[in-house]
C-alpha cells in the first residue's frame, strides 16, 4: 500500500504531461513574450567583426542551418561594388557553437546573372525530393540587368556542400514579376523593380509561396509581394491565394513611423491560421544611408488569407517595435535581418545589431516564452 502512495506522488509530478509550448497566438493573447537568450557567434572576429552577415536560418530534425553572404575570395574586376558569395555552417546544440563555414554558391557559377554577387537569400528543405533549394538576389559583371534572383539547388540530406546552379538563371530578372503586379487599380504603382531579399515560406500542393521586396526608384519606396512557383522557373503573381498586387506598402506603417516609405526584407511563419511577419521598416528611403530610422515590426493578418496593403494586418497589441541598441545618426543599417527561426514547437526570432560604425555586430536570439507582460524582453 505504501509503495503505491509514493508512486501516486511521484507521478504528479513525473507522469503529468508536459506544459504546451507558447504559440505566437498566445503573444497576441498577452500569454507569452520574446526575450532574448543568447546571441549567435559565428563568422567574427575576436572583436566582433564580422565577415559573414545577412544570415538566414533553417532548423531541421533539431540541428539549425545558417546562411550567410561572405566576401569572395578573389575581388573580380568587372564588379564594381559587391563580389559575395553564400556560406552556410550548422549547429548541433541550438546556436551554441557552429562547424566551419562550407561555400554553398560563389559568384560566377551560372552562365549568367550572378557573376559578381550572390546574397539575401532564403533556403528550404523539400521532402518529397530530397533536395534543398537556395533562392537569393544575384548580380552579374558590370551589374548587368541590375539585381535579379537565382536558383540554386543540392540532392542531399544537409545542406553542407555545393549547390548547383539552376540552367535558367537568372530565374526572375528585375522588374520581371513588379510589372505584373502593379499598376493601375493596384496597391502599389508602375516602374518597381529589384526582386529582392526572397523568403521561400511555403510548399502548397500548387508550388513554392515566395515572398519578394521591390524598390520604387522615382520615389525611394520599399513594398512586398507573394508569389508562387512550382519550380523556381515558372511563376504565378495572382490567383488562388495571392492577392495579385503588394502586400506591404508605406500606408501600412504612416501610422506608427513617421516618414515611413515602406517595407523591405521580411521573415513569415504560418501558424494557428494566421500569417505572421517580422518586417523591416524605414525612412528616409529603401536603400542604407545616414540618419534613418530603421525598425522591425511584428505583424499577422487578420484571416488565414493574405492580404494586400494598406488594412489587412494587425501590429502587436501593445505596438511594439524592434529598435536598435546603439542608436547613432552615423551608423547606416545598423538593424537588419530579423528571421523567424521555427524548430520543432519552440519559436526563435533572430536578427543582426550593430554597434557605432558596425564595430561589432551582435545576432540577438530571441525565443518565445511563457509569461505575459512586455512583448519583447531585449537587455
Not at 73 to 78: F, G
Not at 110 to 138: N, P, V
Not at 229 to 248: E, K, N, V, Y
Request: aromatic share 10%; charged share 20%; hydrophobic share 40%.
Amino acid at each position: 500500500m505504501i509503495s503505491r502512495w509514493i508512486f501516486a506522488l511521484l507521478c504528479l509530478s513525473a507522469c503529468a504531461p508536459a506544459s504546451a509550448k507558447p504559440t505566437l497566438d498566445d503573444l497576441w493573447r498577452g500569454k507569452a513574450h520574446l526575450e532574448q537568450v543568447g546571441e549567435l557567434s559565428f563568422g567574427q572576429d575576436v572583436r566582433g567583426r564580422a565577415s559573414e552577415t545577412a544570415s538566414w536560418f533553417v532548423a531541421r530534425h533539431g540541428v539549425w542551418f545558417a546562411f550567410s553572404r561572405a566576401n569572395a575570395a578573389r575581388p573580380a574586376s568587372l564588379c564594381k561594388n559587391d563580389h559575395m558569395q553564400v556560406v552556410v555552417r550548422e549547429s548541433r546544440d541550438k546556436g551554441r557553437s557552429w562547424s566551419s563555414p562550407v561555400v554553398a554558391a560563389s559568384p560566377g557559377i551560372s552562365r549568367e546573372g550572378d557573376g559578381c554577387a550572390i546574397l539575401d537569400g532564403s533556403s528550404f528543405y523539400d521532402q518529397a525530393s530530397g533536395t534543398w533549394h537556395l533562392l537569393a538576389q544575384c548580380l552579374d559583371v558590370q551589374n548587368r540587368g541590375g539585381w535579379s534572383l537565382c536558383h540554386y539547388s543540392r540532392r542531399s540530406q544537409s545542406p553542407l556542400g555545393a549547390f548547383a546552379p539552376d540552367p535558367a538563371n537568372p530565374v526572375v530578372r528585375g522588374g520581371q514579376l513588379w510589372s505584373r503586379l502593379c499598376g493601375p487599380g493596384r496597391a502599389c504603382p508602375a516602374g518597381i523593380v529589384d526582386e529582392g531579399t526572397p523568403d521561400i515560406v511555403a510548399k502548397r500542393p500548387d508550388g513554392f509561396l515566395v515572398t519578394i521586396h521591390g524598390y520604387h526608384p522615382a520615389s525611394r519606396a520599399g513594398f512586398r509581394a507573394v508569389v508562387a512557383t512550382p519550380d523556381f522557373r515558372r511563376w504565378t503573381t495572382s490567383g488562388g491565394s495571392l492577392p495579385g498586387t503588394a502586400i506591404l506598402s508605406a500606408r501600412d506603417c504612416a501610422g506608427w513611423l513617421p516618414g515611413c516609405v515602406g517595407f523591405g526584407q521580411a521573415s513569415t511563419v504560418f501558424a494557428n491560421g494566421r500569417i505572421y511577419l517580422v518586417a523591416e521598416s524605414m525612412d528616409r528611403g529603401l536603400g542604407c544611408v545616414k540618419n534613418q530610422r530603421w525598425v522591425f515590426a511584428i505583424m499577422r493578418s487578420r484571416t488565414g488569407a493574405w492580404p494586400r496593403s494598406n488594412g489587412g494586418w494587425d501590429r502587436l497589441p501593445d505596438k511594439a517595435l524592434i529598435h536598435r541598441k546603439w542608436p547613432d545618426a552615423n551608423t547606416s543599417c545598423a538593424l537588419s535581418y530579423a528571421r523567424w527561426l521555427v524548430d520543432g514547437s519552440d519559436v526563435y526570432l533572430i536578427y543582426e545589431d550593430w554597434e557605432p560604425n558596425h564595430a561589432r555586430l551582435h545576432r540577438r536570439l530571441l525565443k518565445l516564452v511563457p509569461g505575459g507582460g512586455r512583448t519583447l524582453k531585449i537587455p
